[in-house]
């Protein structure tokens, strides 16, 4: 069908409209990546999705149309997909990119993309890159070359996707998020068989989950963490959503510090510049709080790609990786 014919389809009004299924909303979006749909219908349809909800269904096939015009991934998968698309005014530093160091240092090869809006300076993702020692990719093969080297990569949306960002920038057209917004959370580019995910509202972590289950993801974790970002508060209890071998779950690890914070940028207490990044894990800086937040993110994604049977034994496995990266830079420096 056209796209007129979906968007009449959802706004029919309260008792006779309807949401889209799977297979409608692949071809919706590829009318739209092709450009082919006139712009006040994809702008029509992506504002009824958002009043009515968008389902896991819609996500699914608007991710599968995405996915099929991304070039080919030649590369081995890595073992995490991490997409980080927060834009958040209100966050501090990055700090979930040393945990993304520190599992791919350990082995678990990592794609870090995204693309991030509405930040202050210190928030910002691309300025922390060279701080948290992480390259970044030109595209999706460069990724998998500087992944072959490295370990890990970030690849920003407008190098791998610049029509989808393209919709991503309609909120500013439009004045609210759309599903894009979380369908670029699910397009894993990689083909990883892992992701982690952080969202901003709470009703989007089982939304979330159930779309990744419907496009055969084996293991996820989708958690309300800093400002959107998948970057876990050790000083809460945090509800997640996930699929753990092919099966949707629910957990709620427990905090891991005492203190508590209104804000999870209120807890650490080093500088706001990236420059903290590096001392942090370099060991030139200590701060508990910027330290378990490092830690207890990348133990849920130890959990979440299968390599720790409970919460409590990866965040040991976590931490035990930390104590060996400050082993190692002080080996590095005698």
């Not at 309260?14 to 692949?26: D, F, I, T, V």
């Not at 739209?32 to 702008?43: N, S």
Request: hydrophobic content about 45%.
């Amino acid at each position: 069908m056209s796209l007129r014919e979906y968007v009449r389809a959802m706004g029919r009004g309260p008792s006779r409209g309807r949401s889209l299924s799977a297979a409608e909303a692949e071809d919706a979006m590829a009318q739209i990546l092709a450009g082919t749909a006139a712009p006040e219908a994809v702008g029509a349809l992506l504002m009824l999705m958002r009043y009515r909800g968008e389902t896991p269904e819609e996500l699914a096939g608007f991710t599968l149309a995405l996915r099929a015009t991304l070039p080919d991934w030649s590369s081995p998968a890595p073992a995490l997909d991490w997409p980080s698309f927060a834009a958040g005014r209100t966050r501090g530093l990055p700090w979930f990119l040393l945990s993304a160091r520190l599992l791919a240092e350990a082995g678990h090869p990592v794609l870090l993309h995204g693309w991030n809006s509405h930040q202050g300076v210190a928030a910002s993702v691309t300025g922390a890159l060279a701080h948290a020692g992480i390259r970044q990719a030109k595209s999706l093969c460069d990724a998998g070359q500087i992944i072959a080297d490295t370990g890990i990569a970030y690849l920003s949306l407008a190098d791998y996707a610049p029509r989808a960002l393209e919709l991503l920038q309609l909120r500013d057209v439009l004045g609210l998020r759309s599903a894009v917004n979380t369908v670029l959370r699910l397009v894993n580019p990689a083909g990883a068989p892992a992701s982690v995910q952080g969202v901003f509202h709470p009703p989007y972590l089982a939304l979330q989950s159930e779309a990744a289950l419907l496009l055969g993801l084996q293991g996820s974790c989708v958690i309300k963490g800093g400002g959107g970002e998948f970057e876990r508060n050790p000083a809460k209890s945090l509800p997640l959503s996930g699929i753990c071998a092919g099966a949707l779950r629910e957990g709620m690890p427990p905090a891991l510090l005492s203190e508590t914070h209104a804000r999870l940028a209120d807890g650490p207490q080093l500088s706001t510049s990236p420059d903290a990044l590096a001392a942090l894990w370099s060991g030139d800086a200590e701060d508990s709080f910027a330290e378990a937040i490092v830690t207890g993110t990348a133990a849920l994604a130890l959990l979440t790609m299968g390599r720790a049977a409970s919460p409590a034994e990866a965040d040991a496995q976590a931490q035990a990786l930390w104590a060996a990266r400050a082993l190692a830079t002080e080996r590095t420096a005698l």
